[in-house]
């Protein structure tokens, strides 16, 4: 293949020059090429006589889909100054951008848009030709040699992976709602296949954009693919499908999951990792534990809150990401992130009720900087779940069994109304004693136990307070999830804490679960902040499937969730020291 055979340039139309269909040839790892759009300032060389660092993205969702066809009413509520005529899903606006003085390289990820391949998503693959990406875009004349990475979501979760490979000429990277570890924060959770989302986002954002794929150009799904369309059959053997594999594998040791895998400890690069509270059930937790174990010197976590489309192109996000780019991309460090003038870390405060998916009002909530995370002056406080349906800092004195239809039947809680104010801000474990039955003699006793733990918040009118998530629904402060035969931790784990703790969910550590026996289970619960004022209500629920909030996320797929080995009823052991749930609780500041 002829490099840059398809290339166009324009230098007239547009405020910036515009390279279409630009060759990237891949050479570290395998042969082949992949295709970009480059948005330049028109001072850049050859145009002109200017050198400037790029910022680049790759993903599978169309170098050439405009955003406003990706997803319209996103599209109509964008901040107006990060619109273009190439605005793109959750990348950076190269009209924005250029006009601060870099160069957005834009590349479809192998196997989509123009780039051929066999398409297989979060892969490997992906982060070895993302290196390659990088290498080019530092060598190329136009380029200062520094390179960038900024993107949203799945933008966000290939510079983990890449920046672990420290590509040369890699200078930072802002992960913005980005998930670091593809087993435990977006295919299965706590063990649990995590199917809704991985099969709306599949067929929805990603298999419509192959390479090959007929009659894009005819749905403004970008351009048709240059070298012609493909039959089906040869379609399907180009791809890896995402939604078949995620179900198909079901360990963290069997080669699917172990490609995928990398070591955070490798990240040395400048680091903002940018988290949202209400990314409960794919990016949250992967910005917090990407940024505990990089390496990087420079290293910054923020919090925030609000849809996940929308918050990154706020005028105040902008002005984030560009003074972080420019100190470490520019050597202009005027807000202080190399002399510690920045923060390591700074929350979004969830005080008070600004509503659900109102930007304006979310506002309204207040920020704090920290030291450090977890938050060094923690207090790590055990609520017990009582047989009166309590949480009580102390042992209930008389025990029960609490019991709920394991498929079918409401969730049971337990709660604590505050005395004063209390905030909690950290990791949370729910440690609970947890048994199965069949629901009648006749019927099959159940092999599995898979719970399901929600935090939620009321007011003092005893009504729910929601938070704005992923995709503007209402959802409770936090979830949490376990499957009981994936139990065992690894205690001699690194990364094992009391708050945190490491399971493997390797196939052969996988436990038996008899009807009858008691198991007594800890289960991560994300970490989260909320505030509860005097006289609010603090709500620990349990049950055996998703519960609101789950949104398009939900845990569903027929052969993972079998009712006959899910089916009967769930026991939680409560009173003494049966069962509680620890919440980090932090003194008032």
Request: charged share 25%; aromatic share 12%.
């Amino acid at each position: 293949m002829a490099e840059n055979k398809f290339a166009e340039v324009d230098s007239e139309s547009y405020p910036y020059v515009f390279m279409k269909n630009v060759d990237i040839p891949l050479k570290t790892y395998e042969k082949g090429v992949l295709r970009c759009n480059v948005y330049l300032p028109k001072e850049s060389a050859p145009f002109g006589y200017k050198k400037y660092p790029v910022i680049a993205t790759y993903g599978p969702y169309g170098k050439d889909v405009p955003y406003e066809s990706f997803f319209k009413k996103s599209w109509d509520q964008v901040n107006p100054e990060m619109k273009s005529a190439h605005s793109s899903w959750e990348t950076p606006d190269p009209g924005f951008w250029t006009r601060q003085g870099y160069i957005v390289v834009r590349v479809d990820e192998r196997g989509a848009g123009q780039s051929p391949g066999e398409l297989d998503t979060m892969s490997r693959g992906t982060s070895e030709a993302f290196f390659d990406v990088i290498e080019w875009a530092a060598e190329q004349e136009w380029s200062s040699g520094k390179v960038g990475l900024l993107g949203i979501s799945y933008y966000a979760g290939t510079q983990w992976r890449v920046a672990a490979r420290q590509p040369k000429g890699l200078s930072a990277i802002i992960p913005w709602e980005g998930m670091s570890d593809y087993y435990r924060d977006r295919v299965r959770h706590g063990g649990i296949l995590s199917d809704q989302f991985i099969d709306f986002w599949w067929h929805n954002g990603v298999q419509p954009n192959q390479y090959g794929m007929p009659g894009r150009a005819a749905r403004k799904w970008g351009d048709d693919t240059l070298e012609g369309d493909l039959d089906p059959e040869t379609l399907g053997k180009n791809r890896r499908n995402q939604t078949l594999d995620t179900a198909t594998h079901k360990y963290m040791d069997e080669e699917y999951y172990k490609t995928r895998n990398f070591e955070l400890s490798d990240i040395q690069v400048p680091l903002l990792s940018v988290a949202n509270w209400g990314g409960i059930l794919l990016h949250l937790r992967g910005n917090v534990i990407g940024w505990m174990r990089a390496s990087s010197p420079f290293k910054f976590l923020r919090f925030i809150v609000g849809r996940h489309d929308l918050p990154f192109y706020y005028p105040h996000s902008a002005k984030l990401q560009l003074s972080f780019l420019d100190a470490f991309l520019k050597d202009n460090d005027y807000d202080g992130w190399k002399s510690g003038k920045q923060a390591r870390v700074n929350i979004c405060v969830r005080k008070g009720n600004c509503g659900v998916d109102d930007p304006e009002r979310e506002l309204n909530f207040p920020s704090r900087d920290e030291s450090n995370w977890p938050i060094p002056d923690t207090r790590y406080t055990k609520f017990f779940l009582t047989a009166d349906g309590t949480l009580s800092q102390q042992p209930g004195s008389v025990t029960d069994i609490c019991t709920y239809d394991a498929l079918n039947g409401n969730p049971i809680r337990f709660e604590y109304r505050t005395p004063s104010t209390l905030e909690i801000t950290g990791h949370i474990v729910a440690h609970l004693t947890v048994s199965c039955s069949r629901s009648s003699p006749e019927a099959t006793p159940p092999t599995e136990i898979d719970l399901f733990v929600t935090l939620r918040k009321l007011n003092s009118e005893g009504e729910e307070v929601y938070y704005t998530g992923t995709m503007g629904d209402p959802v409770p402060i936090v979830k949490g999830w376990l499957r009981t035969s994936l139990r065992k931790i690894n205690k001699e784990h690194p990364f094992n804490q009391d708050i945190l703790p490491y399971r493997d969910y390797f196939s052969n550590e996988v436990q038996p679960v008899n009807e009858g026996e008691k198991y007594e289970v800890d289960i991560e619960v994300w970490p989260t902040n909320t505030v509860l004022e005097p006289n609010e209500t603090l709500v620990l629920e349990i049950a055996g499937h998703d519960t609101q909030g789950v949104g398009k996320f939900s845990h569903e797929h027929p052969e993972d969730r079998d009712p006959k080995a899910l089916g009967g009823f769930n026991h939680i052991q409560v009173g003494k020291e049966n069962s509680w749930v620890v919440l980090p609780v932090i003194p008032s500041r």
